[in-house]
C-alpha cells in the first residue's frame, strides 16, 4: 500500500513539473488602469495584472511608493504608457526594484508609446512652458488605432515570454480585434464631426483628430501650472466668441476655474472619464470608450 502510494506521488509530482509553463501565469506591472486592461483582454486567465495607478489619480503625478516597487520586484514584464508620462516615479520604480528581467531594453519592459505615432510633439521645450512633454501628447489611449496597435504588441511580447500558450495570446487579439471593429463602426456612427469643446488639459487631442471634432483651447495652457487671471480671461473671452458645445472636464480638474468660467459664460460642463474605471460603467476600455463617446455626442 505504501509503494503504492509513493508511486502515484510520484507522478502527479512529474506530471505537475511537466505541465508547470501550462499553469504558471505572466506577471504583469502595468501603470495605468487602461494598460492594465488591455494586458488583461490579451493575456485572461494566463496573465495576473497588477495595476500602480488609481483610477482616482492623476496620471502625471505619482509617488514610487515601497508598494509599487515591491510589485516591480516580483514582475515578469512592466508595461507603461510612456512619452514621459510617468517619468516622476518610474524610473524610481525600475531601477529600485533590482529586478533584472524589466530593465530598459529587456524584453520585460514594456513601452506601449512604441506603438503609436505621437502627435503634438513640441519643436523646442523649455521651463518656462511647464511641465510639457518634449516627445508628444502621451494622451493615446482616446485613440482606438493607437489602442488596437498596442494590443497587438502585447500578444507578440506575450508570446515570446510565454511560447507555450502563443495560440492562446493570438487568438484573444483577434477576439479583441474583431470587437474593436464592431465597436469603431459604432462609434463612427455618433454625431461628433463639427463639434467645439474646451478642455481643462490636453487629454482629447487623439480622439478630436480621429472623430473629427474640435478642442478650441485648454484652461491649462501650460501643462502643470495652474491657469492666471489673465489665462483664463483669454478663455471666457474665447467662449464667449465661439460658443463651443460644452466644457469637458475629469474627476481630478481642480473646480475653482471651472465654477469661475461658467459663471461668467454658462458653458455646459461634462465629466468625462479619464482612464478605465475613472466613472461607474468604465469597466474596461470599451466601456471607457463607450462613456466618452457618448457623453460628447449628446451635447
Not at 61 to 79: G, H, N, Q, T
Not at 230 to 244: H, L, S
Request: glycine fraction near 6%; charged fraction near 20%.
Amino acid at each position: 500500500m505504501k509503494k503504492y502510494i509513493m508511486k502515484i506521488f510520484f507522478w502527479i509530482s512529474f506530471l505537475m513539473m511537466f505541465n508547470t509553463n501550462l499553469f504558471a501565469q505572466v506577471k504583469v506591472v502595468a501603470t495605468l488602469p487602461w494598460i492594465g486592461d488591455i494586458a488583461k483582454q490579451i493575456g485572461k486567465e494566463n496573465v495576473l495584472v497588477t495595476t500602480l495607478v488609481k483610477t482616482s489619480q492623476d496620471p502625471h503625478y505619482v509617488e514610487a511608493k515601497p508598494s509599487l516597487i515591491v510589485a516591480a520586484r516580483k514582475a515578469d514584464i512592466i508595461m507603461y504608457n510612456g512619452l514621459d508620462l510617468e517619468i516622476g516615479y518610474l524610473p524610481v520604480i525600475i531601477e529600485s526594484s533590482k529586478n533584472p528581467d524589466i530593465q530598459p531594453g529587456k524584453i520585460g519592459n514594456f513601452d506601449c508609446s512604441k506603438f503609436i505615432t505621437p502627435i503634438e510633439k513640441p519643436s523646442s521645450v523649455d521651463r518656462s512652458m511647464g511641465d510639457i512633454h518634449p516627445l508628444g501628447n502621451p494622451h493615446y489611449h482616446f485613440s482606438p488605432n493607437n489602442v488596437l496597435n498596442v494590443a497587438r504588441g502585447m500578444a507578440e511580447v506575450f508570446a515570446k515570454i510565454d511560447p507555450v500558450n502563443e495560440s492562446h495570446y493570438r487568438k484573444n487579439y483577434k477576439d479583441f480585434y474583431r470587437k474593436w471593429q464592431e465597436k469603431v463602426a459604432e462609434w463612427k456612427t455618433k454625431n461628433l464631426a463639427g463639434k467645439k469643446f474646451v478642455a481643462y488639459h490636453w487629454l482629447f487631442s487623439y480622439l478630436a483628430s480621429e472623430f473629427d471634432f474640435q478642442i478650441i483651447c485648454c484652461i491649462e495652457t501650460k501643462p502643470g501650472i495652474p491657469p492666471s487671471s489673465g489665462e483664463i480671461k483669454k478663455v471666457i473671452d474665447t467662449i464667449n466668441m465661439t460658443k463651443p458645445n460644452a466644457m469637458l472636464v475629469n474627476v481630478y480638474t481642480p473646480k475653482k476655474p471651472i465654477e469661475f468660467i461658467v459663471e461668467k459664460t454658462g458653458i455646459r460642463t461634462v465629466l468625462v472619464p479619464h482612464d478605465v474605471g475613472s466613472l461607474p460603467g468604465t469597466e474596461d476600455w470599451f466601456s471607457f470608450m463607450d462613456r466618452v463617446i457618448l457623453l460628447l455626442s449628446e451635447v
